[in-house]
């Protein structure tokens, strides 16, 4: 399997991954789809993705893989490809990708049917952000003030997918696990996690084989979140 094997390249899509959807079954792994701009670029939870001409937009076809966490495949690949370009990545749980305390790429993973959709989105030359997410969001140009080839930019990051994902199919999920640990600015740090059930408390002190994060609540016991917004606690 090749990832990036058969590559669908659009000027504008409502959203890489809903056309990645309507694909699935019948493309073959590693099929990806990749759009200048999206009109209805989509989020976690149900988000809008703010995704203008200049940002990497794609999404990658995979097979479902027993449970396993691709989208933290994804999370450590991106990171990855960051630090060859030279950069100081964290990851936020799940899989914000932060650079400066900065958001600067986030993944969706989604799933049809016997595939699950990756959707990478990554600022790449993005001068500038709507006034909500000014604060949050940044980009490889705001960083530097250099532009990035995009082809380069999808041929790194699609290397590192091929890696981690031949290595996760092997089974070693440990060294997945350990790589997402490394690269996570969320470990060790006191949490509010707002999930569909609420809001829990309590400090991040793992990350579990299916990607959920290990909470030490208050009163000493153990809790997994597998969705939702995390954020320090008292910001
Ligand atoms: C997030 O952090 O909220 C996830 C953002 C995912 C954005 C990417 S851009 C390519 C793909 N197509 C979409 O509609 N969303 C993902």
């Given amino acids: 399997m090749e990832m990036g094997g058969k590559i669908y390249h659009f000027t504008e899509l409502d959203s890489t991954n809903d056309f990645a959807k309507g694909l699935a079954d019948g493309a073959g792994e590693g099929t990806v789809v990749v759009a200048d701009s999206q ?15 200049g940002g990497l937009w794609f999404s990658v076809v995979l097979g479902r893989v027993n449970n396993l966490p691709l989208s ?11 630090q060859g370009f ?3 990545v ?3 749980w799940p899989n914000d990708i932060i650079i400066g305390g900065r958001k600067v790429a986030g993944i969706l993973a989604e799933l049809e049917g016997e595939r699950i959709i990756l959707g990478i989105g990554l600022n790449l030359n993005i001068s500038r952000f709507p006034d909500e997410i000014k604060g949050k969001a940044t980009s490889l140009l705001l960083e530097t003030g250099k532009t990035y080839d995009r082809e380069k930019a999808l041929k790194l990051i699609l290397g590192e997918l091929e890696k981690s994902y031949k290595l996760l199919k092997k089974g070693n999920l440990h060294s997945l696990l350990n790589k997402w640990r490394e690269h996570s600015t969320t470990l060790g740090q006191e949490v509010e996690v707002r999930t569909p059930q609420g809001i829990l ?3 991040a002190i ?11 609540l208050p009163d000493g016991s153990k809790e997994k979140v597998l969705a939702g917004e995390c954020s320090l606690r008292g910001r």
């Fill in 206 to 216: 793992d990350i579990a084989p299916d990607g959920g994060l290990i909470l030490k």
């Fill in 90 to 92: 964290k990851i936020k």
């Fill in 72 to 82: 933290l495949l994804a999370g450590v690949s991106v990171c990855e490809a960051l």
């Fill in 86 to 88: 030279g950069f100081k």
């Fill in 201 to 203: 408390g309590g400090k």
């Fill in 39 to 53: 009109k209805r670029g989509k989020g976690r939870l149900g988000k809008d993705w703010y995704s203008p001409e």
